[in-house]
């Protein structure tokens, strides 16, 4: 069992910052992916950026040169830097995990509870 507890939410001027964490605990297995999701209302979830226990990342295109996310492993924490933001990143942001016991596995999944992000104009 993995729990994921973010923080870091909150509300933001257009053009502000803001930084999101979230710390995974319980079983976390070395083959494993962290990232954020974002979800606004009557929208589907989206995946904003992820990053592998090697470090490699992905970004959605809306938030590349915005966005930067980082994890630190020893904490088995991740976080995301958001800058520039802009009322479009508004949305209830999810932290998740992906991992593997091995390469051929099956993957699992987990989910936090999501933590609010409000940009005003």
């Known amino acids: 069992q993995v729990q994921l507890v973010e923080s870091g939410g909150g509300l933001v001027r257009a053009g502000g910052s803001l930084r999101l964490s979230c710390a995974a605990s319980?079983?976390?297995?070395?083959?494993?992916?962290m990232g954020w999701y974002r979800q606004a209302p009557g929208k589907e979830r989206e995946l904003v950026a992820n990053i592998n226990s090697g470090g490699i990342t992905n970004y959605a295109s809306s938030v590349k040169g915005r966005f930067a996310i980082s994890r630190d492993n020893a904490k088995t924490t991740v976080y995301l830097q958001m800058n520039s933001l802009n009322p479009e990143d508004t949305g209830v942001y999810y932290c998740h995990i992906e991992q593997r016991l091995w390469p051929a596995a099956p993957r699992k999944d987990y989910w936090g509870q999501g933590t609010q992000v409000t940009v005003s104009s």
């Open positions: 319980g079983t976390i297995f070395s083959l494993n992916v």
